[in-house]
């Protein structure tokens, strides 16, 4: 099994930053990938960003790329999901997931393993 914990969401005015922390433990070693997702009301969680939990591979949608950067450090067990210039349409609560097996891409049904969830908000 594998736990995940989310924290640093908040509320942040418009062109904003915020960086979100995902900590994972327990059997860290049979992770292959951790995730950001995100959902906002009445609306289906989205992919943000992805990151092998080793090795080099990042990916992100088109909605956050050049805004947002993910990243880990595998000592502290920790992913991270630095975001810039944030949107109002960035608000959402924000999930961190990881997963065991090498799927390409996405979907939220890949992943096993979910955080509770973090709530960032962004005023206008």
């Known amino acids: 099994q594998v736990q995940l914990v989310e924290s640093g969401g908040g509320l942040v005015q418009a062109g904003g930053s915020l960086r979100l922390s995902c900590v994972a433990s327990?059997?860290?070693?049979?992770?292959?990938?951790v995730g950001w997702f995100r959902q906002a009301p009445g609306k289906e969680r989205e992919f943000v960003a992805g990151?092998?939990?080793?090795?080099?591979?990042?990916y992100y949608a088109d909605s956050v790329k050049g805004r947002f950067t993910i990243s880990r450090d595998n000592a502290k067990g920790t992913v991270y999901l630095q975001m810039n210039s944030l949107k109002s349409e960035d608000t959402a609560v924000y999930y961190c997931?990881?997963?065991?097996?090498?799927?390409?891409?996405?979907?939220?049904?890949?992943?096993?393993?979910w955080g509770q969830g973090t709530q960032v908000t962004v005023s206008s």
């Open positions: 997931a990881a997963r065991r097996q090498p799927y390409v891409g996405g979907r939220p049904e890949d992943y096993e393993y």
């Open positions: 327990g059997r860290t070693y049979s992770i292959y990938d």
């Open positions: 990151i092998r939990w080793s090795g080099v591979s990042i």
